[in-house]
């Protein structure tokens, strides 16, 4: 599964967290400071959809 990390001013992709539960991707998210107001999680981005999130290729992949 993967875990979409964006910037929860932009909606744009910060980091991809790859990993075998919820709980693995979240405590990964956590691990590496992405855990603040700054940013917000998902498991669905909508790409392209109105309020969806915007790809980016300066996206830091992690493995949880």
Same mark, same amino acid.
């Given at each position: 599964? #993967?875990?979409?990390?964006?910037?929860?001013?932009?909606?744009?992709?910060?980091?991809?967290?790859?990993?075998?539960?919820?709980?693995?991707? %979240?405590?990964?998210?956590?691990?590496? $400071? *992405? %855990?603040?107001?700054? *940013?917000?999680? #998902?498991?669905?981005?909508?790409? $392209?959809?109105?309020? $969806?999130?915007?790809? /980016? /290729?300066?996206?830091? %992949?992690?493995?949880?």
């Amino acid at each position: 599964m #993967t875990m979409y990390v964006y910037d929860a001013d932009s909606m744009v992709v910060v980091a991809e967290i790859n990993g075998d539960s919820n709980i693995a991707c %979240e405590s990964a998210a956590r691990d590496n $400071g *992405y %855990e603040d107001d700054a *940013y917000g999680w #998902t498991y669905s981005p909508a790409f $392209g959809f109105n309020g $969806g999130l915007v790809d /980016s /290729s300066d996206s830091v %992949e992690i493995n949880a």
